[in-house]
């Protein structure tokens, strides 16, 4: 499945946080890389300065650096009161972009979207998979430019001799971030870490940039059209159970009617030994199963009949990627302040948590924006914020685990402590902290 011809890669926004470290993979691999940003922040590959939104100067770069393969992950920052802006870079951007792909002859395109384009703030997502619709209204005006930009991609796939492919990455964190761990920070630094607003039940999806970065490398390698016997043998890999992700708790026994560990019988089963022996042998544990799907399984036989097994293509389609290991929303705010008190002495996140009611937080953050808009002050604490705390929002990565063949790399655990030991080298170099 993986493309045999040499590929030459432009990253668009590739001094920016996920562009790096995709532009990190390809460069460990030999592969020959350039960056097209309006930033020079790194000098080991080519660079071209210039504005996404015109398509001569992307064109340009395109000429010069003789790319095969787009990777464009521009975007401004999530957060931005500049709608404008979100419009003219990742609309009137991608449109540049696809554009010029088309006249010069580039036949790959990944487009890093958001699994924001989902999301409207307003409903529980849980284990969603690529064929959620997207909302009538967007959550705000980044998310309604990417799920614009999406789009534009898609649409694009198959003409002029152009594939694309869209990745919806959920929950970015990693070494070189700017907005989450920043975020976090100010909130350990307000002293503000014992509030907890909801009972920390709802699930939320992170991904590790790393594991974002090997995504985009897999996609770009298998952006072709598939044959029908690749699709054949995919087809056949479905029928065997993907084992879940483990990269963080570890190889875990599943109970199952033949394996499991026998409670309190006043008449044991006739095959109480038998299920006893199974649940204690890890080659039992550790064997291939049947994988078992219903008819609103997106990867079913039904379902694959009625899109003309176009979800095993990755021409044309859109793949949610995260780290695959869902964790109650709190958790990792948490796991940061504990890592704070550690690295600078202190025990702020050793307070007492007092726990507000989803209702009693919406009371607060209405009054807290009102009293920010008699000041005059952006608000920091919204209602739009106490519902994202208090929301499920993970997404089922099956479709990007087997037609991609995407696995994450480091699991949360390790990605979290990776980050924070990043963050807290870079505070302290900048004498922040």
């Excluded at 787009?70 to 979100?86: E, K, Q, R, V």
């Excluded at 949360?412 to 080298?425: I, Q």
């Amino acid at each position: 499945m993986v493309s045999s011809a040499k590929e030459s890669y432009l990253v668009i926004g590739g001094s920016g946080f996920l562009g790096r470290h995709i532009v990190d993979a390809l460069l460990a691999r030999n592969d020959t890389v350039a960056v097209f940003d309006i930033v020079q922040r790194y000098h080991d590959v080519p660079f071209y300065s210039g504005d996404i939104s015109e398509e001569e100067q992307v064109g340009e770069a395109l000429r010069k650096c003789g790319a095969t393969c787009i990777i464009h992950t521009a975007s401004p920052p999530h957060g931005m009161d500049d709608p404008a802006l979100y419009w003219r870079v990742n609309v009137d951007g991608t449109r540049a972009v696809i554009s010029a792909a088309v006249a010069h002859h580039v036949s790959k395109l990944v487009y890093t979207s958001t699994a924001g384009v989902v999301f409207n703030g307003e409903y529980d997502l849980i284990g969603v998979d690529e064929r959620m619709p997207l909302p009538e209204k967007a959550m705000d005006a980044y998310n309604e430019s990417k799920a614009k930009a999406e789009k534009l991609v898609l649409e694009a796939n198959g003409k002029d001799g152009l594939y694309t492919v869209s990745l919806r990455v959920a929950g970015l964190f990693g070494p070189g971030d700017k907005q989450a761990m920043i975020g976090l920070y100010d909130v350990y630094k307000a002293g503000q870490t014992h509030y907890q607003i909801g009972d920390n039940t709802n699930l939320f999806d992170w991904t590790y940039v790393g594991n974002a970065a090997h995504a985009h490398v897999l996609a770009a390698d298998r952006l072709r059209p598939l044959t029908s016997d690749e699709v054949a043998k995919l087809k056949e890999d479905l029928k065997v159970a993907l084992p879940y992700v483990n990269c963080t708790m570890g190889a875990q026994h599943i109970p199952s009617s033949a394996s499991r560990p026998l409670g309190p019988y006043v008449i044991p089963p006739p095959d109480a030994e038998q299920i006893t022996a199974r649940w204690n042998d890890p080659n039992y544990q550790s064997a291939v199963r049947p994988a078992v799907r219903g008819r609103f399984d997106q990867l079913s036989e039904s379902a694959l009949a009625r899109e003309n097994d176009a979800p095993l293509q990755v021409a044309g389609q859109v793949f949610f990627i995260t780290n695959g290991e869902p964790m109650p929303f709190w958790d990792v705010p948490r796991a940061a302040w504990h890592f704070f008190d550690k690295a600078f002495g202190t025990t702020k996140s050793s307070r007492s948590i007092v726990h507000f009611p989803r209702e009693i937080g919406m009371v607060l953050a209405y009054g807290a924006e009102w009293a920010s808009w008699l000041l005059g002050r952006k608000p920091t604490f919204t209602r739009f914020r106490v519902k994202f705390s208090c929301m499920s929002r993970y997404h089922n990565i099956e479709k990007a685990r087997r037609v991609l063949g995407y696995e994450p790399q480091l699991g949360m655990e390790e990605a979290l402590k990776k980050t924070l030991e990043w963050f807290v080298a870079d505070l302290r170099k900048s004498n922040k902290a």
